[in-house]
């Protein structure tokens, strides 16, 4: 862990670098279970980072969004710093999965890589403003009680936001016919043809007529 010499103001701490995908050599590290104290980090000022992966089984909400088709990669930095109101935790990261979801259009299930950028700053204690009304609400803080932040909650949160609302498996998806329900990426619709010969094709003839 690097030792922080001097404590930075939230907005001059440096970019979080784009993380090395893939490169957690032959035995990463499981973050599944891990928690940060971030009560410590601040006490002794230092940076803390890790990266490694979770284990799906983890993130139970997620799970049933959808199947998560591989392990999650996490690269993560939790750093103190100073703001106004007093010292805050910046975490920031990035994460990345596969998940299987139903395509919404053809109802088939399609594997998704989804990632998602981490950047949030928390607290520990209690917040100041739910006990004076003239404490300025630091709106884009959460603060923890006991201090302590757990990893795959953070992922979750994050990988959450990601999914799409509307998944579709192709962007040209031409999904089911609502008339006779085939798959219209893989067979032609036969309710076409049979509208023009049938008899409310007559109909429809006389109607316009
Ligand atoms: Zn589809
Ligand atoms: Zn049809």
Known sequence: ??????????????????????????????LSLVTVD???????SVVWRAAGLLRP???????????????????????????EEGVRIRVRGACRTVIRLACVRCLIEFPLPIA????????????????????????????????????RHLVEEELLLALPMNPVC????????????VDLNRNPCGCRASESSGPFAVLKALQSS
């Open 1 to 30: 862990m690097k030792v922080v010499d001097r404590l930075l103001d939230v907005d001059a701490v440096a970019s979080f670098p784009e993380p090395r995908w893939g490169e957690l050599g032959e035995n990463p590290r499981d």
């Open 38 to 44: 971030l009560g410590a980090l601040v006490s002794r």
């Open 57 to 83: 089984e983890t993130l139970e909400e997620l799970s049933e969004a959808g199947t998560v088709a591989e392990r999650i990669e996490l690269h993560v930095e939790a750093q103190p710093v100073q703001r």
């Open 116 to 151: 998602a950028t981490i950047d949030a700053t928390y607290a520990v204690g209690v917040d100041p403003a739910l006990k004076n009304k003239n404490w300025r609400i630091e709106e884009d803080v959460e603060f923890l009680p006991d201090g302590v932040l757990r990893l």
């Open 170 to 181: 192709v962007s040209g998806c031409a999904g089911l016919c609502a008339g006779c329900g």
